[in-house]
């Protein structure tokens, strides 16, 4: 059973920068695409970046130029660095992996970019 744990989230100010991180339990995580996703109250949860087994990252147009996917296997940790932050990118933040029989979810760490 694979298990993600999601942390980093926090309050920080406009134009600041997070690193979240997301570990994952179990085994052949390395075999995996990871992805980050958030949900804003009131909308629906949209792709933030995704990362293969290859290490080919899509960034979604929201976030291009201000946001890092990165993975160390090793580790079975995927990371989303998130630069020049803005209000707009108040969410909450969930992990995902994509696995041959599904899709895994982590429960969620809360940004808030405010001042």
């Known amino acids: 059973q694979v298990q993600l744990v999601e942390s980093g989230g926090g309050l920080v100010q406009p134009g600041g920068s997070l690193r979240l991180s997301c570990a994952a339990s179990?085994?052949?995580?390395?075999?995996?695409?990871m992805g980050w996703y958030r949900q804003a109250p009131g909308n629906q949860r949209e792709l933030v970046a995704t990362?293969?087994?290859?290490?080919?990252?899509t960034i979604a147009d929201s976030v291009k130029g201000r946001a890092t996917i990165s993975r160390i296997n090793a580790k079975n940790t995927v990371y989303l660095q998130m630069n020049s932050l803005k209000p707009e990118d108040t969410a909450v933040y969930y992990c995902?992996?994509?696995?041959?029989?599904?899709?895994?979810w982590g429960k969620g760490t809360l940004v808030t970019v405010s001042s």
């Open positions: 995902n992996l994509h696995g041959p029989i599904g899709d895994y």
């Open positions: 990362i293969t087994s290859g290490y080919r990252t």
């Open positions: 179990g085994s052949g995580f390395s075999a995996y695409p």
